[in-house]
């Protein structure tokens, strides 16, 4: 079994999913401790965002003809894609920011949405073929976005699960903390639920 482990928080020691995304993964290797483990933080290496030359690379981008300075960008995603596709599961630390994710975790998304390698065009419509992996998303939210009246500002988890399941990864796992702004109390007992629910997520994950 080989996981991929991402880190997207700006928020170093204080951030709340870097902290509970290692516990899955503590989690993780104390019942699978054959486990392969692969850490990105794709804060700390930053990725580029996308560039109508960098895009070109693996898409055809009307007008732009890939510049000979850009041919690491073109590796980075490659390896970004070779990486991902390598893995079984997928842990992913992604808080929300601003209704959304980070941009640094956006940029690594941009880099796995490749025709041919992550989905394909038919005639009838995108087919993701990254089916069969898993992906287990660590949210934490500043507020309340499961209920109204901010339930309709979630751009974080909402698209986390449309992006994956556009590449044909339907089994996607949240475990969440919430509120972690309203006072320490709030956070703390929010942190806690969500601690407590890493046993039960791992067990119903199917890893071999």
């Known amino acids: 079994m080989k996981i991929l482990h991402i880190d997207s928080s700006i928020s170093g020691d204080y951030s709340v999913t870097r902290a509970l995304s290692a516990d899955v993964i503590r989690e993780i290797k104390s019942h699978y401790p054959q486990a392969e483990i692969t850490y990105r933080d794709v804060v700390r290496d930053e990725i580029s965002h996308l560039t109508a030359d960098i895009a070109?690379?693996?898409?055809?981008?009307?007008?732009?003809?890939?510049?000979?300075?850009?041919?690491?960008?073109?590796?980075t995603s490659q390896q970004l894609v070779d990486e991902?596709?390598?893995?079984?599961?997928?842990?992913?630390?992604?808080?929300?920011?601003?209704?959304?994710?980070?941009?640094?975790?956006?940029?690594w998304l941009d880099r796995l949405a490749q025709p041919g390698k992550t989905f394909q065009y038919t005639a009838t419509g995108p087919v993701g073929l990254a089916?069969?992996?898993?992906?287990?998303?660590?949210?934490?939210?500043g507020g309340f976005y499961l209920q109204p009246p901010f339930d309709g500002m979630d751009f974080q988890e909402k698209y986390l699960r449309a992006f994956f399941g556009f590449l044909g990864i339907d089994a996607l796992?949240?475990?969440?903390?919430?509120?972690?702004?309203?006072?320490?109390?709030?956070?703390?007992?929010?942190?806690?639920?969500?601690?407590?629910?890493?046993?039960?997520?791992?067990?119903?994950?199917?890893?071999?």
């Open 131 to 141: 089916e069969g992996k898993q992906v287990l998303i660590v949210s934490a939210r």
């Open 56 to 75: 070109a690379g693996f898409r055809v981008v009307a007008g732009s003809q890939p510049a000979s300075d850009r041919h690491p960008e073109h590796q």
């Open 173 to 208: 796992h949240i475990i969440r903390a919430e509120g972690t702004s309203k006072g320490d109390d709030i956070k703390n007992q929010q942190i806690a639920a969500a601690r407590s629910a890493i046993s039960n997520i791992i067990a119903a994950l199917s890893l071999n």
């Open 84 to 107: 991902f596709l390598a893995h079984d599961l997928i842990v992913i630390a992604a808080p929300m920011y601003n209704f959304s994710v980070s941009s640094q975790l956006k940029a």
